[in-house]
C-alpha cells in the first residue's frame, strides 16, 4: 500500500501565537504533492522542513480568511526565484481570482511559470480535481464567509498478481501489465485460465477530510461519512460554545461529534484559539465523545489508514 500521508505546516487560528503557525497542510499520494491552505509563514516552515517544493503542483485554498491564505503570494513570489516553470494550480472562491492577478502582477512581474485559478463554488459538493490516484471534492461548510472543506478519495489501484500461479501456468513477466489489466491467460494446450485465478484483490482505498473553519453543523457527518482521518477544526472548548456559535466556530466535543456520528477512523483536531497555552483540554474534551482523536501540531505527519473493522 503506497503512502498516504497529512503533513501539519500549521494549525493555529487567526492570531499569531509562538506555538502555531496559521492554517496550512500537505497531503501526500502516490508521489503527488497537494496543499491545503497557505496562510502566513507557510513557506518559512515548508523551507525548515526541507520540503522539496518543486513537487508542489496544486493548492486548495478553504476560504480567504487572512489566516488561511496570506502565505500564498508569497509562495508563488518563492518559486519563481526557485526557477520553477511547471503550472501551479489553484483553487479558491472566485473572489481571490482578480486579487491573485493584481499581486501577481505587482510583486512578481516576469514570473517564470503560470499561476492557474480554478474558482470553485463553496457551496456545493461537487469533484474539483480528478487523476488517476485521487479525487478532490468540496465539503460545504457555514462560516463567516464562503467557506468549504476539501475531502481527498484515492481510487483503487492494480490488483496483485498472484505468484503461486505465475509459476503454475509458467506465465511470462512480460503479461504481468495485461493480466493486471483484466486479461485471461490462455494456456498452450488451449485452456483459458480466468483472470480472477491470477489476481488478488487491489488494496482498500483511503479518503481523508479537511474540515476547515466551521460552525457545528449537525448534516456535516453525512458528507463525510466513512473516512478513515478527520480533521475538524476545533477552536474552542465547551466552556466557549456560545462564542463559537457567534463566529461561525466549533468546539472540541462538536468536532468529535461530527466523527462519532460519521464512523471515521481517526480524528484530527486543529485551529487552535490562541487563548490555549496548551490543547490537553481540548483532548480530553474530544476523547470523552470520540476516544480516537489526536492534535495536529506543526511537524506533525499522519498517515491516512484504514479504519479498524
Given at each position: ?52 517544493l ?52 505587482l ?34 461548510l ?18 496483485h ?7 503454475f ?6 503479461q ?37 473553519d ?11 461519512k ?84
Amino acid at each position: 500500500m503506497q503512502p498516504f500521508v497529512v503533513k501539519i505546516l500549521g494549525c493555529g487560528s487567526a492570531k499569531p501565537t509562538p506555538r502555531h503557525h496559521a492554517s496550512s497542510q500537505i497531503v501526500e499520494l502516490r508521489n503527488k504533492i497537494f496543499m491545503v491552505d497557505c496562510g502566513e509563514g507557510t513557506q518559512i516552515y515548508l523551507h525548515n522542513a526541507r520540503f522539496r517544493l518543486g513537487k508542489l503542483s496544486h493548492i486548495f485554498i478553504s476560504h480567504l480568511h487572512g489566516d488561511h491564505c496570506f502565505g500564498l503570494i508569497g509562495l508563488i513570489s518563492s518559486l519563481g526565484l526557485m526557477g520553477r516553470s511547471a503550472p501551479l494550480h489553484v483553487y479558491a472562491h472566485e473572489a481571490l481570482g482578480p486579487m491573485l492577478d493584481a499581486q501577481i502582477a505587482l510583486f512578481c512581474n516576469g514570473l517564470g511559470f503560470e499561476v492557474v485559478f480554478h474558482p470553485i463554488d463553496t457551496s456545493l459538493a461537487q469533484v474539483i480535481y480528478d487523476d488517476k490516484s485521487l479525487t478532490v471534492s468540496t465539503i460545504p461548510l457555514q462560516h463567516r464567509m464562503p467557506c468549504c472543506g476539501f475531502l481527498f478519495t484515492e481510487k483503487p489501484g492494480w490488483p496483485h498478481i498472484r505468484p503461486d500461479m505465475f509459476d503454475f501456468y509458467h506465465i511470462p513477466l512480460s503479461q504481468v501489465y495485461n493480466i493486471k489489466g483484466g486479461a485471461d491467460w490462455v494456456t498452450p494446450e488451449g485452456d483459458v485460465v480466468p483472470n480472477s485465478h491470477l489476481v488478488k484483490d487491489p488494496d482498500p482505498v483511503r479518503s481523508y477530510a479537511y474540515c476547515s473553519d466551521t460552525r457545528y453543523m449537525p448534516e456535516l457527518h453525512e458528507m463525510v461519512k466513512g473516512v478513515d482521518l478527520l480533521y475538524h477544526e476545533s477552536t474552542y472548548g465547551s466552556e466557549f460554545e456560545e462564542q463559537a456559535r457567534k463566529y461561525y466556530h466549533s468546539t472540541a466535543a462538536q468536532a468529535a461529534t461530527v466523527a462519532r456520528d460519521a464512523g471515521v477512523g481517526q480524528l484530527m483536531l486543529g485551529h487552535y484559539s490562541a487563548r490555549y497555552d496548551h490543547e490537553d483540554c481540548l483532548l480530553q474534551e474530544a476523547r470523552a465523545i470520540f476516544p480516537d482523536t489526536i492534535l495536529a501540531n506543526e511537524g506533525l505527519e499522519v498517515p491516512v489508514a484504514l479504519k479498524k473493522s
